[in-house]
């Protein structure tokens, strides 16, 4: 089985009416997905925190789990200042990526959007030294 070579990433960059504008054309895959994160990061430390962080994704050409990583993590750089993120333009494989994986609601405004992506949640239940011991 062989694989078709990735298209490389590019990005480019704006600022505009308090947002950061960030076009992405090429695959937000493992070959990569750091470019993203390490952009955007410089991004969001130049020249003040903007109120938003809109990534245009519409010509995002492959995406997969590493992509996904550097989505999240760029979800937290933008939490991290106090800036609301964006996926415009999300074509139909990352949409599916984000549906499958559970993620899609922290990139759309949905239940929990803005819930700070900063660890897991803690479950509500007993804890373990207190649940039953099925095996005694």
Do not use: K, W
């Not at 993120?85 to 559970?102: A, C, I, N, S, V």
């Amino acid at each position: 089985m062989t694989s078709s070579p990735s298209t490389p990433l590019h990005l480019s960059c704006r600022r505009a009416d308090g947002a950061l504008r960030i076009e992405l054309r090429g695959d937000l895959d493992h070959r990569y997905a750091d470019l993203l994160v390490h952009d955007v990061s410089r991004a969001l430390g130049e020249g003040g925190a903007p109120l938003e962080v809109r990534l245009d994704c519409s010509g995002v050409t492959g995406v997969d789990a590493s992509g996904l990583s550097a989505l999240l993590m760029v979800r937290r750089r933008t939490d991290a200042v106090g800036a609301a993120l964006h996926l415009d333009g999300r074509p139909r494989q990352m949409e599916r990526l984000l549906e499958q994986t559970g993620t899609l609601a922290h990139f759309t405004g949905g239940a929990g959007a803005r819930t700070p992506l900063t660890g897991p949640a803690e479950a509500p239940g007993p804890s373990p030294s207190s649940a039953p011991n099925p095996t005694a």
